[in-house]
C-alpha cells in the first residue's frame, strides 16, 4: 500500500471514529476555537491531574482534516505532563508549516505524521492545527488556574 493512502485511511478513519469527542464535565480549562476561514469549530475539555493531561475531551463541527486531526492529538497528549504535550504540539505545528519539507518523527507524532502532506497545502494547514491551538490554549489556562 502507498504511503498517501495509508496516511488517508488514518485520516478518515478518525474522522468516522473519532477519539474522546464527548465533552467532559468539570474541566480545568474549556476554550472554543473558529477557524475564521472556513467555518470549523471545535471546543475543547482538559483536565490535569498535577502537570499531567488527565483527560482531552471536544466537540466540533468541520471538515474531516480538523475533525480527525483533534482526535489523533487528544490520543497522543493524554497521559502526557504539560511540558511533554507541549513539544509534541510545537513539533506537530513545525511539520505543518514546512511547507512539505518535515515529514514529521512517527516516534513522537504516531498517527499524527498522516497530516504531513497538508503543509503542502496552506489554507489546509489551519484546520489540522485547530484542535492543536486548542489544546495550546487550554493547557496555558490550565496551568495558570492551578
Known amino acids: 500500500m502507498e504511503l498517501d493512502s495509508l496516511y488517508q485511511e488514518v ?9 474522546n469527542k464527548s465533552l467532559a464535565a468539570n474541566p480545568d480549562a474549556q476554550v472554543h476555537h473558529v477557524n475564521t476561514s472556513c467555518g470549523d ?10 502537570d499531567r493531561v488527565s483527560k482531552v475531551t471536544w466537540e466540533g463541527v468541520g471538515c474531516s482534516i480538523s475533525q480527525a486531526s483533534t482526535s489523533v492529538m487528544t490520543d497522543l497528549l493524554i497521559d502526557k505532563s504539560a ?64
Open 11 to 19: 485520516i478518515l478513519d478518525h474522522y468516522k471514529r473519532p477519539l
Open 41 to 50: 469549530e471545535v471546543t475543547l475539555n482538559l483536565h490535569l491531574e498535577g
Open 83 to 146: 511540558a511533554d504535550a507541549l513539544a509534541l504540539v510545537e513539533e506537530f505545528q513545525a511539520m505543518l508549516q514546512s511547507k512539505g519539507k518535515d515529514s514529521g518523527n512517527e516516534d513522537h507524532l504516531q498517527d499524527g505524521v498522516a497530516f504531513a502532506g497538508v503543509s503542502k497545502f496552506p489554507a489546509r494547514v489551519k484546520c489540522a492545527l485547530l484542535g492543536w491551538m486548542a489544546f495550546k490554549d487550554a493547557l496555558q489556562q490550565a496551568l495558570k488556574n492551578k
